[in-house]
C-alpha cells in the first residue's frame, strides 16, 4: 500500500529503551528579535549564549524538536502561545520568548523520508540528515522537513533510523515517503558531547 506523503517534521513518540517517564519537554529561550521562523517538529539547536535557534540541515549540537513559544506580543502586550515561532519577536518590555522542546538525548521521533522511490532495510541504524528544516506552514505551524533519504550512510549525521514507523498507513519500505522511526544522534545533552 502506498504510503501518504504529508511531511510533518519530528513527531515525537516514546523514549528509547526502559524508563520511568515516556517523553517530555524542557523550556528554553530564543533571543528576542531572531528573524527565523520555526515551525512545530523542526530541528532547534543549542547556540552560545544559552538560547534555542533554527538548527541547519545537517547541524550538530542539536538540543531536540521545537513544540512551541510562549512571549508577551509586542503589539497586543498580550500573552500569546504559538506552536511556531514567526520570526522577528521581541517581546514587550524586554520579556523573553520562551520555547518549549522535546530534548531528551533518548527521545524517540518519527519523520518522513523525502525518497520519491522504495527504501531499504538496509536504511536501519544508519544516519541521515534532514532536508527543508526551515519549512512549514504558517496556516497551521507545522513543519515539512523530512529526512534527506540522498545521504544515508553509516556516518554520523543529525539522525539515526531506528526502524520504519509502527503506523501502517506509512510504514511500507517499499513505496516513496515512508516514516521512519528516529532519534538525534548529533545531540548537545548526549554524554561526552562537546559545548557550543
Known amino acids: 500500500m ?19 517517564d515516556s517523553t517530555g519537554m524542557s523550556q528554553y529561550n530564543i533571543v528576542p528579535g531572531d528573524a527565523s521562523v ?10 552560545a549564549g544559552g538560547y534555542a535557534d533554527l538548527a541547519a540541515d545537517g547541524d550538530g549540537a542539536n538540543l531536540g524538536a521545537f513544540w512551541g513559544c510562549f512571549y508577551d506580543d509586542p503589539t497586543t502586550q498580550k500573552p500569546t502561545f504559538k506552536n511556531f515561532y514567526p520570526g522577528g519577536i ?11 522542546v522535546y530534548d531528551s538525548p533518548m527521545q524517540m521521533f518519527e519523520v518522513q523520508s523525502d525518497n ?7 536504511d536501519v541504524f544508519s544516519s541521515a540528515d534532514t532536508v527543508g528544516n526551515a519549512n512549514g506552514s504558517t496556516l497551521n505551524g507545522v513543519s515539512s522537513m523530512e529526512l534527506d533519504d540522498s ?11 531506528i526502524g520504519p514507523s509502527r ?20 545531540h548537545i545533552l548526549a554524554p561526552a558531547t562537546a559545548g557550543v
Do not use: H
Open 2 to 20: 502506498a504510503n501518504q506523503d504529508a511531511a510533518f517534521g519530528l513527531r515525537p513518540l516514546k523514549t528509547v529503551g526502559q524508563q520511568d
Open 38 to 47: 520555526i515551525f512545530q517538529g523542526t530541528v532547534v539547536k543549542a547556540v
Open 90 to 100: 521581541t517581546p514587550a518590555n524586554s520579556g523573553a520568548i520562551e520555547c518549549f
Open 116 to 122: 520519491a522511490g522504495a527504501s531499504a532495510q538496509a
Open 151 to 161: 545521504d544515508i550512510s553509516a556516518a554520523l549525521k543529525q539522525l539515526k533510523i
Open 167 to 186: 503506523d501502517p498507513k506509512n510504514s511500507d519500505i517499499t513505496s516513496a515517503n515512508v516514516n521512519w522511526r528516529v532519534q538525534l544522534s548529533e
